[in-house]
Every structure is written in structure tokens, then in C-alpha cells.
């Protein structure tokens, strides 16, 4: 591979085509690029928020070797500004021309870039609309939270960005790492009005919502959670209550669509300009982004949790060397970064905590680690630590809170996870060594964790405190 495309989309969780999230998203970019390379089915982020996701991901490291926890911590809390610690940093170390526009890192202002990694680097201001749903105007939701139908005619972050970065993809280049990142389809949920006409007047309810319709207060998808569960359910649930006061939760789960659809015709036109550029054969394309969202699944909202819908997330490594397969072994986000060096055939970084897929996307051998971890402290007031682990094998997850808690599920036969195997009116010999064998990573993890830091009210949730 001479060349790397690496492309990040903001919030976007399994409703996407190759991964089966919901049934009516609209992605055909991303079966485009899943027909022309490894797909991993069970990708999973080091952490459900944007900036320890995306800080495990860059630099390869889990978010308790580094203490970025949560929205709050930056990257540059721990990493030096300048010392090119970050895959792209690597990159432009080992000759490669570094190019990059819109949200990559978690920061969308240019103060939090760090311009060392690269060699060109172009951010749009973001652009403010006027409130567009029944909760935004009536001041249940903040700006921010909005979603609706985009009928400004001004071109969006996205579309500055991705215009600006057309230019710098040109025939012929080589030795080039460009990297864009979407905003959207993070909220507000504000796109053009011919992404929402893709959809019905009434779209399907999230497949895992366990409900006919949705209701804030049938607390029965929370029956098996105990004491950590539910706080941590708790503490996503506000944009859920708002939303069935106004009546918009089904136009609230149309606009995540719209706004998925619009970001995977974003994904398309990067494509294109590869394929005119001729530059496909000589690029390798890696897709990825860095958590789940939940849309009312155990009356959650947005991510800050750790349950499937929050942490599964697209994974997709494409070009003319890469196999087209399919791969459903569990694997993280953290293993993005070496096993781009890899392919690339650059050499190895010994400091890197993920794995190299590159044998397992030339083979489909699993890989050594044979789990995925994620790691997160939520904003839950009245609790001093607030830490959750979970680990998620190819058949299970096993999470344990703070408070000792404990939740097993078998995604053999319940994939939205309702049942509780851990739960001592379930747990038998056999749950309690899965959750032992599944726990000895956990345990090691907890030995080596930084102390997590007060955070109060993540700057991202304090609409749902």
C-alpha cells in the first residue's frame, strides 16, 4: 500500500448495512466499501464517549493506561503536544505526507489539534441553526440536542471539511495519509431534507427496544439490571422522558437515520474521488468509528454505558491487497492503529497496547486476544467512583460495576441483552466460570488503572443529568 485513507464517523452505532443494526438504514457507501474488504462484525470501543474512544484508538492505548475516561479528559492530558505519539504523528515520523480534515480527534476546535502530526490540517467552525423540534423550542432540549429538517441552504461542517479535502486527494500521490472525520450523525440531528424523504413518516423501533412502543416509564428492559445498572441507566434517561412529552421520540429515531445517511453519502464521495483519481489500487481505506449510540434501549440515550449499543461499533479495512471477508471475532478500536503500520509494511511500535489484525485479515486466524474490552466512569451523582468494566467475548458479555454488580449475557440467544445470567436466581456452576474466565482480564485491569479523576457532569450529558 502506498497511501492510507482513513476515515472516522462521529456517533455512529451497528445501524449500518454490513452490521445489521437496524433494517431500514440507508448505507450504501459503506456496503460499497464492505464488498471490497474485511469486514469485523464485532468491533467494539475502548470506552462509550468520544474522547476516550478516540484517544484509545489514535494512540492505541486503553483508556486506564492513560486516565482519558471520559469527555472531559483530552488527550493532551496525557500525551505531550508535539512528541507524535498518535497514529498520525507515527505516520508523518515514517515519512508519510499527513492530511486531515474535520473531527478526528475529539476536539473540533483547532486549539485541540495537535498541528505537529500534520502536514495539512483544515477544520470548518461549525454552524448554529435555529431550533427546529417541538423540544428544542419548547427548552427541553439544549441547542445541541436538536434535530429536523435542515432547510438553511448554508453548507455544514461536514460539507466544508469534506470540500476542502476533495482538493487535497489528487492523481498520482503517493506516500500520503489523509484523514477525515464526520461530525454527523452526532447530534443536533440537523440534515437536508432529502436524506429524511429516504424514510417513511413512521420509522421501525430499534430493534432491541424491547417495547411496542416506546414508553420512559415501562421500566421492564431494566428488570435484571441491580444497584450499577440501573444508575447508569439512569443517567442517560432524561432525552427519553422529553421526548415522549412532545411526541417525537419515532421522528428522533428517523432523524439519527437521516443523519446516518447523510454522513454515509459524505463516505461516498471520498470514495469517488478515489476511484477518479485512480487511487483505490494504491490505498488502503480503513472506516471506523469511535462508539454506539442507544436510541431508547433500556430507556438509554445517546452512549455512557456499557451495554451492545453503545460499544459495537463499524470497523472496515479496504484496498487492492485486502481480502474480501467477513470476521466475527470480537476485537477493539485500540487495534486500529498497528494494524494499519502493518499493512502499510511500516515498522512495529512496541508501545502500542492493541494487537496487529493484519495476520487475521490475511488468514481469518483469530487473533491472540480473544476479547474486548471497554471501560467507562460515568456521571452519576452522589457516587465518589462510579467505574464500569465490561468484557465482551464472542458469545458474551460480562460487565461488573464500581459496587461489585454483575451482569452476564448470552448474545447466542439474547443478543439486545434482557436477561442477566448473573443474577443469583439464574447463576449456576456454569455462569459462574464463564464469569470467572471472562473476569481474569477485568481483575488484571483493575489492578492497573489509573485512579479515575472527579469529573462531575460530562460537558455531553448535562442534558440528561
Known amino acids: 500500500m502506498k497511501n492510507l485513507l482513513l476515515i472516522s464517523i462521529e456517533d455512529q452505532n451497528d445501524w449500518a448495512e454490513p452490521f445489521g443494526g437496524h433494517p431500514q438504514a440507508h448505507t450504501p457507501n459503506m456496503m460499497r466499501l464492505a464488498r471490497r474488504g474485511t469486514v469485523f462484525g464485532q468491533a467494539y470501543a475502548a470506552a462509550p464517549a468520544c474522547s476516550p474512544a478516540r484517544t484509545a484508538a489514535l494512540f492505541s492505548k486503553w483508556p486506564w493506561e492513560t486516565g482519558i475516561y471520559t469527555n472531559r479528559h483530552e488527550w493532551h492530558h496525557h500525551f505531550e503536544k508535539g512528541g507524535h505519539k498518535s497514529l498520525i504523528g507515527r505516520l508523518r515520523d515514517a515519512g508519510m505526507t499527513t492530511i486531515g480534515s474535520g473531527k478526528i480527534f475529539h476536539d473540533t476546535f483547532i486549539e485541540g489539534i495537535d498541528l505537529a502530526d500534520w502536514d495539512d490540517f483544515f477544520l470548518a467552525h461549525h454552524v448554529e441553526h435555529a431550533p427546529k423540534s417541538k423540544a428544542c423550542k419548547a427548552g427541553g432540549f439544549w441547542p445541541r440536542a436538536d434535530f429536523g429538517i435542515d432547510d438553511s441552504g448554508i453548507p455544514s461542517f461536514d460539507d466544508r471539511n469534506l470540500d476542502w479535502m476533495l482538493q487535497k486527494i489528487q492523481p498520482g500521490m503517493t506516500n500520503t495519509a ?133 460499544l459495537h461499533v463499524p470497523f472496515i479495512f479496504s484496498g487492492a491487497d485486502i481480502p474480501t471477508a467477513r470476521i466475527e471475532v470480537p476485537v477493539s478500536t485500540v487495534d486500529m492503529a498497528p494494524t494499519i503500520l502493518s499493512l502499510l509494511g511500516l515498522p512495529e511500535e512496541k508501545d502500542f497496547s492493541g494487537q496487529d489484525l493484519a495476520p487475521t485479515i490475511r488468514s481469518g486466524k483469530p487473533p491472540a486476544r480473544d476479547h474486548a474490552p471497554s471501560y467507562w466512569v460515568a456521571a452519576v451523582k452522589g457516587e465518589e467512583d462510579t467505574t464500569g468494566i465490561s468484557i465482551r467475548s464472542e458469545r458474551y458479555r460480562y460487565i461488573e460495576y464500581w459496587n461489585g454488580n454483575r451482569e452476564l449475557y448470552d448474545h447466542a440467544d439474547d443478543p439486545w441483552e434482557y436477561r442477566n445470567l448473573a443474577l443469583p436466581k439464574r447463576s449456576d456452576e456454569v455462569t459462574e466460570g464463564i464469569m470467572a474466565e471472562l473476569g481474569a482480564p477485568l481483575e488484571l485491569i483493575k489492578r492497573n488503572a489509573r485512579p479515575a479523576k472527579p469529573t462531575g457532569i460530562d460537558r455531553e450529558t448535562v442534558d440528561d443529568d
Request: charge should be neutral.
Open 178 to 310: 489523509w484523514a477525515f472525520g464526520t461530525f454527523r450523525p452526532h447530534l443536533p440531528f440537523i440534515v437536508p431534507k432529502e436524506f429524511f424523504d429516504i424514510f417513511p413518516d413512521e420509522v421501525q423501533n430499534p430493534p432491541g427496544l424491547g417495547m411496542d412502543e416506546f414508553d420512559p416509564h415501562n421500566i421492564s428492559t431494566q428488570r435484571d439490571l441491580r444497584k450499577g445498572g440501573k444508575l447508569f441507566a439512569k443517567s442517560v434517561s432524561k432525552s427519553g422522558r422529553v421526548l415522549n412529552r412532545f411526541g417525537e421520540y419515532n421522528f428522533f429515531v428517523k432523524s439519527y437515520l437521516a443523519a446516518i445517511a447523510y454522513a454515509d453519502s459524505i463516505l461516498g464521495k471520498l470514495l469517488d474521488r478515489m476511484e477518479e483519481c485512480g487511487l483505490w489500487d494504491e490505498t488502503l481505506i480503513v472506516l471506523w468509528t469511535d462508539h454506539g449510540w442507544q436510541l431508547g434501549e433500556k430507556l438509554c440515550f445517546r452512549k455512557f454505558t456499557l451495554w451492545e449499543r453503545a
